[in-house]
């Protein structure tokens, strides 16, 4: 059974993390320009939609919503950058700039590698504060920066990546030791 027949009650969970967002199915065959990959294997936020394969089960899209909702997030402080405030869909130009572009497409896009970094970490929280064990956790960031390294376009050298998420679970860590 796939995501769409538990779509309001993924809906109702999603906006506990993010009033706004609208979950929707990635069926359009718009999602191909990124290849079969993209558009089968990887949820995609767009301004305060999130887009999910629809073949996906609902723990699947429950495993990503915290990472999600952080990209609207995101994409409303680019709004606040771009000069249209709070709404997400104005940050969406600039985000896409900063994410797709800058500083390089491929190989150096340091913006596109730390805001993934930022958006797992929130789930790295979420997680342990809700009693994850932070084993668990750890091997998922590092699964994570695996997948940002090899299907994210290289935004950074894997071993800065990796080095990267390490020291930025390290430190989250020791905040929630506090």
Not at 23 to 49: C, I, M
Not at 106 to 118: N, Q, S, T, V
Request: charged share 20%.
């Amino acid at each position: 059974m796939t995501w769409v027949n538990d779509k309001d009650v993924l809906q109702a969970e999603a906006r506990v993390f993010d009033k706004s967002v609208k979950l929707k199915t990635k069926n359009s065959k718009l999602w191909l320009v990124g290849g079969k990959n993209f558009k089968e294997l990887f949820a995609t936020t767009l301004g305060h939609s999130i887009y999910i394969p629809s073949a996906w089960t609902s723990e699947q899209v429950r495993s990503v919503l915290v990472h999600e909702c952080r990209h609207i997030k995101q994409f409303r402080m680019f709004g606040w950058l771009f000069g249209m405030g709070w709404w997400a869909p104005a940050g969406i130009p600039l985000f896409l700039l900063f994410y797709a572009a800058v500083p390089l497409p491929i190989g150096l896009a340091w913006i596109r590698y730390r805001l993934e970094l930022d958006a797992d970490s929130v789930f790295w929280k979420f997680a342990l504060k809700n009693g994850v064990d932070k084993e668990i956790v750890h091997q998922r960031s590092m699964s994570f920066a695996n997948t940002v390294f090899k299907y994210y376009g290289w935004p950074w050298p894997k071993p800065w990546i990796v080095w990267g998420f390490n020291r930025k679970f390290n430190k989250m860590l020791k905040s929630l030791s506090k």
